[in-house]
């Protein structure tokens, strides 16, 4: 299940890159309020009210839930992002009216809390089942991966003995404390069309920010956070710089801030143990804690090996119209660097895309230009 809607999202990304169309003009984005998705785009119904960073996540959730692409509801023949706005899918208008149906279960047998979603229903498939599976009852038990939210467990270590043990595994608390920026180069490989390895440069500066900038054969990938607000300048996006808003802003200033071990507890509120969970093949530890308020708090999870205790994973979720939608990076190739262990590889997942990033210079306590930290300027398509 889960492969087949990573591999439907592919066709997702194909077929953006497929459209060279025109870009929407007039989405400038005002200084104060992130910009909402219907001044944005042309043909919002239901999804009203709220950023266009969250209605795009949204199609994700909408890809990811349902085991499509995002052409099955909108249309291949679509040449320009202004195309998308047409109802020219059944599948499209039906999504709509679900949106409909799965606010009002929500509101009116749950209090109004998210518990059911795309995803209760659809579990990667268009057509939810209607009847238990026979084969599921007697057969081996699917991996299922760990659901959000995840309850304190007795009998474990506590949150202290595994940060401890984690501080002690990199280097002490004192040395890795001492961090206070990190320069890094290295190569990213992304998913599906674009797969080949580009150069990859990171910034990040304590306590919370961080620019990553993905050199793309269609133009620079640019990330940013300055610890207040985060953007995404990347080619082939409906908007051009992408102002991140409510969860996934929240998320982000975590992303920075967790690359400093030693600000964990600085970060994460609400820190509790939960039961171990399997992590290649391997029984690891978990711990789960909050950041920012609500309604943008979200949950993050780290998982660290119990053995070696450094921090296998990383998982945040930002909460969303439709459901939530996760990020998660697995972290491996601990290295030395000033006597301090840091993670070299990592994988970075979410609903449609994932980076594969491999380091090959990492350089502690530089100073770094406080412009690098500014908004991104617009992508720039290379000369061919
Ligand atoms: C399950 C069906 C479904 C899938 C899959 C889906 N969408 Fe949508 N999309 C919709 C619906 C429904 C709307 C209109 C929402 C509303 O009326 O509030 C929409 C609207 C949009 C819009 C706004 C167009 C406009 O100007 O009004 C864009 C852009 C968009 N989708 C992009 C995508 C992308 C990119 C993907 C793939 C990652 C995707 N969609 C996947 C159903 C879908
Ligand atoms: C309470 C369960 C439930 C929830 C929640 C739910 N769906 Fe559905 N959905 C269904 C069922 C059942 C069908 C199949 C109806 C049929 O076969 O006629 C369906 C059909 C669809 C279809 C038509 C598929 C096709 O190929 O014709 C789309 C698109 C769809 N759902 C999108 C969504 C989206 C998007 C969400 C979240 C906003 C969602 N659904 C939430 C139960 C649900």
Not at 78 to 89: F, G, I, N, P
Not at 350 to 366: I, K, Y
């Amino acid at each position: 299940m889960k492969r087949s809607s990573t591999l439907a999202i592919r066709g997702a990304s194909v077929a953006i890159v497929g459209l060279l169309g025109s870009i929407y003009l007039g989405a400038q984005a005002p200084a104060a309020k992130p910009q909402m998705a219907e001044e944005v785009f042309k043909n919002v119904q239901v999804l009203k009210g709220i950023p266009v960073d969250e209605f795009m996540g949204t199609m994700g959730i909408f890809s990811a839930a349902l085991g499509i692409s995002c052409e099955n509801c909108h249309s291949l023949s679509d040449k320009s992002w202004a195309d998308y706005a047409l109802d020219t899918t059944q599948k499209k208008k039906t999504a709509r009216r679900m949106v409909v149906l799965m606010q009002g279960i929500n509101k009116q047998y749950f209090g109004g809390r998210q518990v059911v979603t795309c995803f209760s229903c659809h579990r990667g498939g268009d057509h939810p089942k209607t009847t238990p599976d026979l084969g599921a009852i007697y057969g081996a038990p699917p991996e299922e991966e760990l659901d959000d939210a995840v309850e304190a467990a007795k009998g474990q270590p506590s949150v202290d003995e595994i940060l401890n043990k984690y501080m002690n595994a990199i280097g002490g608390a004192q040395k890795v404390g001492a961090i206070t920026s990190i320069v890094a180069k290295g190569t990213s490989s992304g998913y599906g069309p674009e797969s080949g390895q580009r150069s990859f440069d990171l910034y990040v500066k304590a306590p919370n920010m961080r620019t990553q900038i993905i050199h793309t054969d269609n133009g620079d990938s640019t990330s940013v956070t300055d610890g207040k607000m985060a953007w995404i300048a990347a080619p082939l996006r409906p908007i051009a710089v992408m102002e991140y808003s409510g969860g996934e802003l929240e998320g982000a200033k975590v992303d920075a801030a967790l690359a400093f071990p030693a600000r964990i507890r600085q970060t994460l509120a609400n820190l509790h143990t939960g039961s171990p969970q399997i992590v290649n093949d391997m029984r690891v530890q978990v711990i789960q804690g909050t950041a920012g308020t609500a309604p943008n708090q979200i949950m993050v999870t780290l998982y660290f090996d119990p053995e070696t205790g450094l921090l296998l994973r990383m998982r945040r979720y930002a909460a969303g119209a439709v459901g939530r939608t996760p990020t998660q990076y697995d972290y491996s190739d601990y290295r030395d660097v000033n006597g301090v262990k840091l993670p070299f590889k990592w994988t970075e997942m979410w609903l449609d895309g994932r980076e594969s990033v491999e380091l090959s210079s990492v350089q502690t306590n530089v100073a770094i230009d406080a412009a690098r930290f500014n908004k991104p300027a617009p992508s720039v398509a290379p000369k061919k």
